[in-house]
């Protein structure tokens, strides 16, 4: 109906427009000023899951199935709920990690594994071809039904028109052309294509306005409504409202959400524009409604489109995968039919832009990288290596392109859209044990990954691949039903003898049950190992942290300016330049000589290269160039056992710290008063032996004078013999006090304890110190009452006691005049003496310091004959029986010592004998 | 030649002892039995040669020393150090207030004389 | 995205309704050939549960200030 050169010239007018809007979105990227930094472009980009087979092949099935399409777009409806922390976690690992596709994300999540990579790679290239196959089989469907419409040939053509004759070859040449366009023009550090990205959100919008306005026509022009058309349909027999309708269609029911729910995620297209292309977390938010309610939307109109195609073509055998356009044209809305070929162009243009960018991306990163990188390991790469990996792109791109087409010109007649599409999915929902698990089971291995997406590919190679190619006649179809070799248990399409289901439900089924079998049966069979475990902590453990963890487990050397070289020649020079300045002014270095070669900075080159040649040959790049020390699980653990101490014993240290402080502030104290002891002992030592020294000298000093001059003077001689005696003896009993104050106070002191009559000794003590008084002329008053005192005591020691106190009197009672009084008393169950004199008294600053040892009263014109240890010792004597000794004095009144002891109690006296009631003084 | 003498000690023993042995070397004696005492008969009299002791009440010797060595006018009378402290650290503390010499107790009567004499005639020898 | 606990809460509870109004036998209960103001019962009933989850999820998410 259209003549061909109108169908390219709109075509191509389409294609520009999207071309015009990626650049311009390119460029205010370039700008700073995103256009797809809104949450709605976001969730419309994300409708690319949209295709050609939504477009046109769910009329199709929805024609020969009823309500069978909806799965497909339920699955994603539910799945969307849990985004909340499925794909919030997929993007903030994919952000930190710099993960570019999905093979990136499986191969970082097991490890950084170049192997895991390539194997996803090619999984997802065989299984997608099959999926551009069809977009191209739309597109030129669609072209043929407009150019050629109503002599479509619904048998299908494909594999009969020689390929340079082909459309459908230079539609994939134009594509490819169309596709390097968009997404090669520079390599990108975070692998992000904002222009494409704009475009497929435009064209999101244009292929749903174009299938609303089909719909809109099918139901509202057409017919009167949907009650309208549901009769027509009904009358007509062509109604099928109910789901259980095929053969095991419950089964499909359940297993085709399965299918979707996992595609939506693990299509390498979904992949880069839910997770690469995201450029900010909050943009999850609206897509969890908006994505579902786009699918709900674009989906209203397709059974009303089936009916009223099926109302309309009855009785021809027009492919109801082609309603969509064969419909307006059928009823010659010329207008409406262009709409619809470019809704179905733009839906089929968009899969298989973003398809074979994201796979270009995998198959260089990840598939051509590795192979390059062993071979360097021999010999020199090449200078600049930015070009080479675009070379690589976009050679990968016209591969895939050509691919495609090869499948749909070999096989893509043998099924409808719908089927095709979902052999696709259940090659990439291999993928899904690998990936879900991973994100939430810190255990599973590099070898359970292996295993399970080697066995699902391997089952999904057998049960789906092996039969299409089957039933396109390259392969014997006896095999399908016999099974290989005759073994029947092993038939491709009901395997191990499992029937009922059709043949995606079935291969579903096994391939679950292998790959997560195998996943979890090798997952389990070996303890992870460091690289492991430190990425599935990274992994699991995404939301836990703020800041990007795991930049810790790395022992090495590096040479910042190496690392610099290689961002140089895989990103180019200018870029690695900036992102290095960046770098070095987030670390507060100068430049970028003087960052530190630390295992932050390797990390960050690691990353930064991960955006161009991706992570697992990355690590490789940078552990070529560090020296890299791999550290054992062991050590890990010590590391982190260390750290978990280290965390603990600082709080204990706090503890001990603050005990410290305070254990210190004691021993401080002690030690003061340790050195005061000290001092005081010094003092003690200096005090006795001056005063040993002293008489001493005299001693010597007449002896020697009266030995060298035999002619001193008799008077003079007598008197220095009567010095040298004197001093002797005040030697002696110097020598006598010291001693004993020193038994006494060192605790080696014998101690008696006796019943003693005190009246009876200070009679005693008065007739001992008789001497003395007389020689001063002194005067002694008793004052002693008629009941006995009796105190336990050592006798001798209180005689002590009452002698140095009365000699003390004496001496200090002035000459002639002296008068001591003493006095006995009995108060509250305690015996007091006191000896009083009349002689200077003691000063009260003196008053203290009396007791101490070598004080020796000052004041007085007269130096007093005294060792200064007398009451020191009486004190001792008094105190160590309990008692008490003190002193009273006013200057010029005379001094009053009084001591008083406990009295022995009545009941107990016994006088005269030996009572040893006390433990000797232990000092 | 005389010269005259001042003894500073609180032990009169001490004192009668030395004052006997300066006397039999034909030295006139004045003597003191505390620090300030010592001080105010420095200025009366103008004694030659100073016995100090140490371990005196009220002033003690070093505080004598020191005070009289900060007088200019007596700043070259020899002081002799007589004490029963008889640490290094005390004679050293001596010395450098300005003691000429130190000798502790018990004393032998003859280093005693010696040192005087040589202490004495040092002034004379225009040291 | 930063949901809170009670909003992510409310999404799986949205995901587990899903399961039960269009997965579980509850499905059966609508899948005849009846018609209900002109439309089969089950589109209207597979839409109706599909518009209902959707609203859903957009007031529980749009909901959620953070």
């Given at each position: ?22 650049y ?5 990227a ?16 994300l ?27 339920l699955?994603?409806t539910?799945?969307?709920a ?15 990690q710099r ?29 997608v ?20 419409f ?34 090669t ?15 497929i ?32 349909a ?5 109604l099928?409202?109910?789901i ?5 269609s ?24 839910a ?14 409604w ?40 059928a ?48 010999m ?7 070009r080479?990996l ?19 010109h ?14 696709s999915?259940s ?6 044990p690998?990936m ?24 999904w ?34 395997l ?7 043949e995606?439900?079935?291969c ?27 990425q ?21 050397k590096a ?12 990103l ?123 008489p ?24 220095f ?25 060192s ?85 007091r ?34 060792t200064?240890?007398?009451?020191p ?8 029986f ?25 009941s107990?006296?016994?006088?005269g004998k ?10 | ?39 105010d008969?420095?200025a ?23 005070e009289v ?59 | ?34 018609e ?8 209207l009933y ?6 209902l ?13 953070r």
């Open positions: 109906m259209l003549s061909t050169k109108l169908i390219v010239v709109y075509s191509l007018l389409y294609l520009g427009l999207l071309f015009a809007i990626a311009w979105a390119d460029r205010r370039d700008q700073q000023r995103s256009v797809i930094s809104r949450p709605t472009v976001y969730a419309l980009s409708a690319v899951y949209c295709t050609a087979w939504t477009y046109y092949g769910s009329v199709g099935r929805a024609a020969a199935s009823g309500v069978g399409f909806l799965p497909i777009y699955g994603p539910l799945i969307a849990l985004w909340g922390t499925l794909l919030l976690k997929m993007v903030r690992i994919s952000k930190t993960i570019t596709s999905i093979a990136d994300f499986i191969a970082s999540r097991y490890g950084k594994s170049q192997l895991l990579g390539g194997i996803v790679t090619v999984i997802a290239v065989l299984g071809v099959p999926y551009i196959a069809l977009q191209l089989k739309a597109i030129s469907r669609s072209v043929t039904i407009l150019q050629s109503p002599d479509v040939d619904s048998a299908g053509t494909a594999g009969t028109i020689p390929i340079l004759q082909d459309t459908a070859l230079y539609v994939a040449l134009l594509l490819a052309a169309f596709t390097i366009l968009f997404g023009r520079h390599l990108d550090a975070s692998e992000r294509h904002e222009g494409m990205v704009a475009a959100a435009f064209e999101s919008i244009v292929k749903l306005i174009a299938f609303l306005a089909v719909g809109v026509f099918a139901t509202f022009y057409l017919h009167d409504g949907f009650a309208d058309l549901f009769d027509k009904e009358l007509a027999g062509f099928k409202p109910v259980a309708d095929e053969r095991g419950y089964g499909n029911w359940y297993s085709l959400t399965i299918l979707a729910a996992f595609a939506v995620m693990m299509l390498p297209r979904q992949f880069q524009v997770v690469v292309e995201n450029s900010s977390e909050n943009h999850l938010r609206r897509a969890v908006m994505f579902p309610l786009y699918l709900l939307l674009i989906n209203i109109f397709v059974i009303p489109i089936a009916l009223a195609g099926q109302l309309t073509f009855a009785g021809t055998n027009m492919d109801a995968d082609t309603f969509v356009l064969t419909l307006p044209m009823h010659d809305q010329g207008g409406l039919s262009l709409l619809a070929f470019i809704g179905g162009l733009s839906a089929a243009t968009g899969m298989v832009i973003v398809e074979t960018i994201a796979l270009s991306t995998m198959v260089c990163n990840d598939l051509v990288m590795p192979g390059l990188l062993s071979r360097w390991k021999r020199a790469p090449e200078a600049d290596l930015s080479l675009l070379r690589i792109r976009r050679g990968a791109i016209i591969v895939i392109l050509l691919l495609g087409y090869l499948y749909f070999f096989a893509g007649e043998a099924y409808a859209l719908v089927s095709i599409g979902l052999i999915f090659a990439v929902a291999q993928f899904a690998a879900l698990i991973g994100l939430y089971w810190r255990g599973g291995t590099h070898a359970g990954a292996l295993a399970g997406l080697l066995a699902g590919f391997g089952i190679l057998y049960t789906l691949l092996l039969p299409s190619f089957a039933k396109s006649g390259w392969l014997p179809g006896g095999m399908l039903e016999h099974g290989p070799f005759g073994i029947e248990l092993l038939r491709p399409q009901e191990f003898g499992l029937t009922g289901m059709n995606i439900t079935h579903l089924f096994w391939s679950m049950v292998f790959n997560i079998g195998a996943y979890l049966f090798f997952s389990l069979r070996r303890a992870p190992n460091v690289h492991e475990t430190t599935a902590t990274l992994f699991v453990d995404v939301l836990k942290h703020e800041r990007p963890p795991g930049i810790g487990l790395w022992r090495g040479e910042v300016k190496e690392l610099f070289g290689l961002a140089e020649r895989f180019g020079a200018e870029r690695a330049r900036r992102a290095f300045r960046q770098y070095a002014a987030r670390r507060e270095a100068e430049d970028v000589s003087s960052l530190p070669a630390d295992a932050e900075t390797v990390h960050f080159a690691e990353t930064l290269l991960a955006g161009a040649i991706g992570s697992a040959s990355a690590r490789v790049m940078v552990a070529s160039v560090t020296a890299e020390e791999a550290l054992g699980l062991d050590e890990v653990l010590d590391i982190l056992d260390e750290a978990s101490q280290i965390r603990a014993y600082s709080h204990e240290l706090e503890q001990k710290s603050i005990e410290l402080e305070a254990a210190s502030r004691e021993l401080k104290q002690a030690n003061e008063q340790l050195k005061e002891i000290d001092r005081l002992k010094d003092d003690f030592m200096s005090s006795v032996t001056h005063e040993l020294r002293t001493l000298a005299s001693i010597r000093a007449f002896s020697e004078i009266l030995f060298d001059d035999p002619k001193v003077a008799l008077e003079e001689r007598r008197r013999l009567g010095i040298i005696v004197s001093e002797t003896k005040r030697l002696s009993r110097l020598v006598n006090q010291v001693l004993d104050l020193a038994k006494i106070e605790g080696h002191a014998d101690w008696g304890a006796e019943s003693v009559d005190v009246a009876e000794l200070i009679n005693e003590g008065i007739q001992v110190t008789e001497q003395l008084f007389r020689e001063r002329g002194a005067r002694v008053e008793c004052d002693v009452p008629e009941r006995p005192c009796v105190v336990t005591v050592d006798r001798d020691r209180l005689m002590q006691v009452l002698v140095n106190l009365l000699s003390n009197a004496v001496k200090f009672a002035p000459a002639d005049e002296g008068i001591v009084k003493l006095r006995l008393s009995a108060e509250s169950g305690k015996c003496v006191s000896v009083s004199d009349n002689g200077p008294g003691i000063p009260k600053a003196d008053q203290p310091h009396i007791f101490e040892k070598f004080h020796q009263g000052s004041g007085g014109s007269d130096k007093p004959v005294g200064g240890l007398g009451l010792i009486s004190r001792r004597i008094i105190e160590h309990d008692g008490r000794i003190w002193v009273d004095s006013a200057p010029r009144n005379g001094a009053t010592f009084t001591f008083e002891l406990p009295m022995k109690r009545n107990d006296q016994r006088v030996t009572d040893v009631e006390e433990s000797p003084d232990s000092g | 030649m005389s010269k005259k003498v001042l003894i500073v000690d609180d032990e009169p023993n001490i004192v009668l002892s030395v004052e006997f042995l300066m006397r039999r070397e034909g030295h006139e004696v004045v003597t003191a039995s505390d620090g300030q005492e010592a001080i008969l420095l009366s009299t103008r004694p030659d040669l100073m016995i100090l002791d140490v371990m005196m009440p009220r002033k003690n010797g070093f505080e004598v020393c020191a060595r900060a007088d200019p006018a007596l700043s070259r009378m020899p002081i002799l150090m007589l004490t029963a402290k008889g640490r290094e650290a005390e004679m050293k503390k001596g010395i450098s207030l300005g003691a000429d010499a130190y000798i502790t107790k018990p004393f032998s009567t003859h280093d005693l004389v010696a040192k005087v004499h040589e202490l004495l005639h040092r002034e004379d020898a225009g040291d | 995205m930063h949901h809170s606990i009670l909003t992510r809460q409310r999404l799986v509870g949205i995901f587990l309704l899903g399961l039960l109004l269009l997965y579980s036998p509850a499905l059966t209960l609508f899948d005849r050939a009846v209900w103001a002109g439309f089969p019962v089950s589109y597979l839409f109706g549960v599909w518009l989850l959707v609203v859903l999820a957009a007031i529980t998410v749009e909901a959620d200030n």
